[in-house]
């Protein structure tokens, strides 16, 4: 972020407990005020990468870091699920680690970090989920050094940031339950929920893998989609950048990854797939 000597967010304590049952880390600026660095003299604009869903694909990574150092934003920030399916997890979190990004815990990073590899399972990674999406579980967990899941495990279930009259909530799956899928057919009742019990008015999660911007009763939700794995039949990585300079923009971004060597990394890794 700009001024900061690195490419995340400022903050004060982190924390990992969900809404309502806990708190959420809430960052301030620096000159007092809630929210984001003051933006430079002579202007209001906020530039800020989102980034979710990497799941250890760093080849994907480096693409749209590459990207955003072209476009230029004030900060970066990530909404978990840096690990799982790809070959590359203490790479990636190294990567992230290097860059100063922030960001939020995701469900297949406590999958990771938990002691019990069959409850983990049952407890974070979706339901039904397959015998051989389970090995892969397993592979990921054996091939995830100390240090990662140390680093995965501090990281909080969410992150407030106030800027002007706007809240935002940075979370993984919705800011009640770190794998709840917002999909797009989620209904504007249970959308308003999350709304009023969090008391955000930008909402921005991952998990889908989907990009995504639905307004409901003047409250946003927004959906970055995945860097790593995407799913909406179009093979580039996705991120996304608000940018607040004019009023509030929310703009999606694909990038081009090399596929073909990230899938030669697969095999050599022996990750099964």
Known sequence: MRDLGGRGLRHRRREKALLPAGRHRRRRRRDGRDGLPSPPQGGSRLRLAVLSD???NL???????????KRGVDGIIHLGDLVGYFPRPNEVVARIRAEGIDGVIGNYDLAVCHPDPEEAVAKYLKPGISEKRKQVYYWTRENTSDATREYLSKNPAGIYVEEGDRTFLFTHGSPEKVNEYLLPEVTDERLSVLFDKSGADVLVV???HLPMAREVGGNLLLNPGSVGKPKDNDPRSSYMIIDTENGFEALHIRVTFDVESVARDCVLSGLPF
């Open 54 to 56: 990497i799941h250890g």
């Open 59 to 69: 080849t994907a990574l480096e693409a749209v870091l590459l990207d955003i150092t």
């Open 206 to 208: 991952g998990h889908t």
